[in-house]
């Protein structure tokens, strides 16, 4: 079974707005990381975020940590059309194991 | 600089007929490693993972197996494909010891059961 649901499914907007998308998770977590992955290709690894960190940052990326609702958003400002791709959260439940979701599509148009 | 390598980049192979892709990483010493599948539109199913040489653990019981022979190389196999065997399969990597910061992810193979 799936330890993280990304909300939504899949995402357009224009270029230049704001992309935000969440992720649920069911248990205790060590930490909590979001993948990029373009069609076809193997995921990239965007951003770790520790179970007693809130919030992260990384370029136009930032990631929120709630640990009480079990729940993290991504946010891309600024989008570009390079960043169409799917977006997942993986939880490290057990030092090193991932439990990956189902993903984000976003597709961003110029 | 550490790099993973992971071939073939796709793969049709009928039902019954062997398979083996195999999985590389440079740079690192007693990396994790990790096979994953992915089905179409879907998110990532751990197969296997492996803290040591020899060292292997199965997620989900299934037609494939792995192997480690040397620190570095990840092996998936199988000995008889089932079409519910086609998928896009990933190998990662980690650091050990601990020190969990992201995976490495190779470039997939595409492979299609027919």
């Known amino acids: 079974s799936q330890q993280g649901e990304e909300d939504p499914q899949a995402l357009s907007i224009q270029e230049g707005e704001n992309a935000t998308m969440n992720c649920s998770y069911k248990t205790s977590i060590n930490n909590l990381q979001w993948y990029r992955q373009n069609s076809g290709r193997g995921l990239v690894h965007l951003i770790l975020?520790?179970?007693?960190?809130r919030e992260k940052h990384s370029g136009r990326l930032r990631v929120t940590l709630d640990t009480s609702k079990k729940s993290s958003s991504l946010l891309i400002t600024a989008s570009r059309a390079a960043d169409t791709a799917s977006y997942f959260c993986?939880?490290?439940?057990?030092?090193?194991?991932?439990?990956f979701g189902a993903g984000t599509q976003v597709v961003v148009t110029p | 600089s550490q790099t993973i390598h992971q071939w073939p980049a796709t793969l049709v192979q009928p039902v019954g007929s062997p398979l083996s892709l195999e999985c590389t990483v440079e740079g690192t010493s007693n990396p994790n490693l990790y096979w994953y599948r992915q089905a179409a539109g879907r998110g990532l199913q751990l197969l296997f993972y492996?803290?040591?040489?020899?060292?292997i653990s199965s997620e989900v019981p299934q037609n494939l197996s792995a192997s480690r022979p040397q620190d570095r190389q990840f092996i998936l196999s199988s000995k008889k494909l089932l079409l519910s065997d086609s998928g896009f399969y990933l190998c990662?990597?980690?650091?050990?010891?601990?020190?969990?910061?992201?995976?490495?992810f190779g470039s997939g193979t595409r492979l299609t059961v027919v």
């Open positions: 975020i520790r179970s007693n960190e």
């Open positions: 990662a990597w980690t650091a050990s010891g601990g020190r969990f910061g992201g995976y490495t």
């Open positions: 993986a939880t490290d439940t057990s030092w090193g194991k991932l439990q």
């Open positions: 492996s803290v040591g040489i020899g060292q």
